[in-house]
């Protein structure tokens, strides 16, 4: 193997290891939710969180995360909305992940969610893995979403695209310190873990450009400018695909663009954005 392909497996492992360390962040104390309930839905046990008054407003989490991501994002959102936070499959205190994993499995668990608590149609935000789900929920069942935020997601993925380095990913040579982190958000042991990280799992997201045309709901995507995942090509063709949405890049930033420095400005718009479609 030449020096520079070694370089180039090393500095992705690194890239891919720091963003997954930045998906973990914000996830401290904070808000107090009003109900948590665990539901039987699926065939999974799906835990959620609720917060405030209003319409239902969804948000969805990226891999390896929980519910817990959006508590310091929480007290704004529930200010006018019932928001529901959720611990997607294999997350937090949901059930972990199966062989049988899929995207569409992850999304028809919100479909069911939502269904379970009879909430017809709901606003919902996702990141990263949150936001391919949703787009995948808004795809089978386009009269279910009202407006959605999608944060650093893309139509069109396979996790095994960041699985062709040489040094993949996996429980066992984790640092300790982020196993330290990931066993105080997941709560079902090192399994849980463990299979976050299986690279066999169907990760995968294929919709196409019809696909997008027929989803109507009102979207704003939100990618930053150099994103190590989805890069920003994604994020362009979402929104000149869907036929009402807005676009956000963010500058200088990467996969999760909505934290420190960005925090505040990103819950300033996409308040705005879900008071405009209300009008």
């Known amino acids: 193997m030449s020096l520079y392909k070694k370089l180039h497996i090393q500095i992705m492992a690194n890239v891919l290891f720091l963003v997954l360390m930045v998906l973990l962040a914000g996830q401290s104390a904070g808000q107090v939710p009003k109900k948590t309930e665990i539901v039987n839905v699926n065939g999974i046990e799906l835990y959620y969180e609720v917060y405030g008054e209003g319409e239902p407003l969804i948000l969805l989490h990226g891999w390896t995360q929980s519910s817990q991501f959006w508590i310091e994002y929480i007290k704004e959102y529930a200010k006018s909305y019932e928001v529901y936070a959720l611990d997607l499959r294999g997350h937090g205190r949901t059930t972990p992940l199966t062989k049988d994993f899929s995207i569409k499995k992850a999304a028809n668990d ?27 929920l808004a795809s089978l069942n386009p009269n279910r979403i009202e407006s959605m935020i999608l944060i650093a997601a893309s139509h069109n993925y396979s996790g095994s695209d960041n699985q062709e380095i040489e040094n993949k990913f996996n429980f066992d040579n984790l640092p300790v310190q982020f196993i330290e982190q990931l066993r ?54 979402l929104y000149k695909y869907l036929p009402s949405s807005n676009l956000w890049i963010v500058p200088n930033t990467g996969h999760i663009p909505i934290t420190e420095t960005n925090k505040q400005l990103f819950l300033t718009t996409t308040i705005e954005f879900l008071r405009s479609v209300e009008k």
């Open 110 to 136: 919100i479909l069911a969610f939502m269904d379970h608590l009879s909430l017809n149609k709901v606003k919902a935000m996702g990141l990263s893995f949150g936001g391919i789900a949703l787009l995948q």
């Open 184 to 237: 105080e958000i997941h709560h079902h042991g090192d399994q849980q873990i463990r299979a976050l990280f299986d690279p066999e799992l169907n990760y995968e997201i294929r919709l196409n450009d019809e696909d997008l045309k027929l989803i109507n709901a009102k979207a704003l995507i939100i990618n930053g400018d150099q994103d190590e995942i989805m890069g920003i090509n994604a994020a362009v063709l």
